[in-house]
């Protein structure tokens, strides 16, 4: 799934990009912005039975001149990770 802000979007605030859901270690309380310009592939990945997780979602976020050579780079590093039941 690919994620861009709108020209104008906003998310009942003043600022000037919206807000994504982050990795808390990455950016402190688990939210972060995507700023205009910015694009982001969102993968979700359904994990296998027997994990307390069941969905994994894995965002890539680039600037838009460097969107398409960072997505070209992303599949090997999702498709690598494993995932085995307890």
Known sequence: ?????A??????DDSSSSLVLAHANDVGRGWT???P??????YLL????GLTTRILAIAV??????FE???EAAPP??????????
């Open 7 to 12: 020209p104008g979007a906003s998310v009942c």
């Open 61 to 66: 976020v680039a600037p838009e001149a460097r």
């Open 37 to 42: 310009g910015s694009h982001m592939r969102l």
């Open 77 to 86: 590093v999702v498709d690598s990770i494993e995932f085995q039941a307890p």
């Open 69 to 71: 050579n960072v997505i």
């Open 33 to 35: 912005r995507l700023d």
């Open 1 to 5: 799934m690919d994620v861009a802000v």
């Open 46 to 49: 359904d994990l296998p039975e």
